[in-house]
C-alpha cells in the first residue's frame, strides 16, 4: 500500500470514527519493528461555545448499567503486536452534579483496540 493510501485509509478510520461517536482512539502508525508498539495522538478539536469539549457536555442524568460489554475494535498494527491509545489535550470537565439517576436493563459496551490477528490486505 502507498503511503497516500495508508494515509487516506487512517484519516476514513479517524473520520468514521469521530461520526460514530465512539471513544476518542488512535490510528496505528505503521512500523516494522517486531513486539513494538504502534501509536498516534488523536487532537481533539475544541468547539465554539460552551462546554468548549464535546465530552463535558452533561445534563445531570447518570445511567447505571447492570454490566459492561467489551467490544474489540481490531486494527492493523503494520507487524507492531501492542497499540497504544492516546488524545490531547487532556481535557478536565468542570463539577458534573447528579441531578438524576437512571436504572437499565441493557449492558453499557466499552471498545478496546487491540492488534488484528493478521494484517490487512493491501490493494
Known sequence: MTALKT???LLATLFF????????EDIVIPSSLP????TI???????STPPFWQQCS??????VYP?????????DCHGCTDVRVTS?????????????????ATPSTSYRTVCAASPTPTA
Open 17 to 24: 470514527k469521530l461520526a460514530t461517536a465512539q471513544p476518542n
Open 88 to 104: 490531547v489535550p487532556m481535557v478536565h470537565c468542570p463539577a458534573m452534579i447528579i441531578s438524576t439517576v437512571v436504572h437499565v
Open 41 to 47: 495522538t488523536l487532537t481533539q478539536s475544541r468547539l
Open 67 to 75: 454490566s459492561t460489554v467489551t467490544i474489540d475494535d481490531p486494527v
Open 7 to 9: 494515509n487516506i485509509v
Open 35 to 38: 513486539g513494538c508498539t504502534s
Open 58 to 63: 452533561w445534563d445531570g442524568t447518570m445511567t
